[in-house]
Nanobody
Framework: QVQLVESGGGLVQPGGSLRLSCAAS????????MSWYRQPPGKERELVAS????????NYADSVKGRFTISRDNAKDTVYLQMNSLKPEDTAVYYC?????WGQGTQVTVSS
């Protein structure tokens, strides 16, 4: 069955960095576009970044452009989200998504 397992969240100070990972299984990862979403406290889930199957196309929400980088390793069936210059407003549960499938999420808290 499809599994998406996120990791790498945590508590970080403003200006800090985190790298999220999403390990995928149960579907043809190498042929699949992937996305990261986030859900801030009390708000709706929103798209953060997407990447094409080969990694040649990437798209970002305006709020994270220039600070976040999505990437993938098709040999490891894993997609990453490098988050730099983190702000308190980046605090959210971050989810990996493929089609209608979601991971369990990983909490990112940006606070001093």
């Amino acid at each position: 069955q499809v599994q998406l397992v996120e990791s790498g969240g945590g508590l970080v100070q403003p200006g800090g960095s985190l790298r999220l990972s999403c390990a995928a299984s149960g579907f043809p990862f190498k042929l699949s576009d992937m996305s990261w979403y986030r859900q801030p406290p009390g708000k709706e889930r929103e798209l953060v970044a997407s990447i094409s199957s080969g990694g040649g196309w990437k798209n970002y929400a305006d709020s994270v452009k220039g600070r976040f980088t999505i990437s993938r390793d098709n040999a490891k069936d894993t997609v990453y989200l490098q988050m730099n210059s983190l702000k308190p407003e980046d605090t959210a549960v971050y989810y990996c998504r493929w089609h209608t499938f979601w991971g369990q999420g990983t909490q990112v808290t940006v606070s001093s």
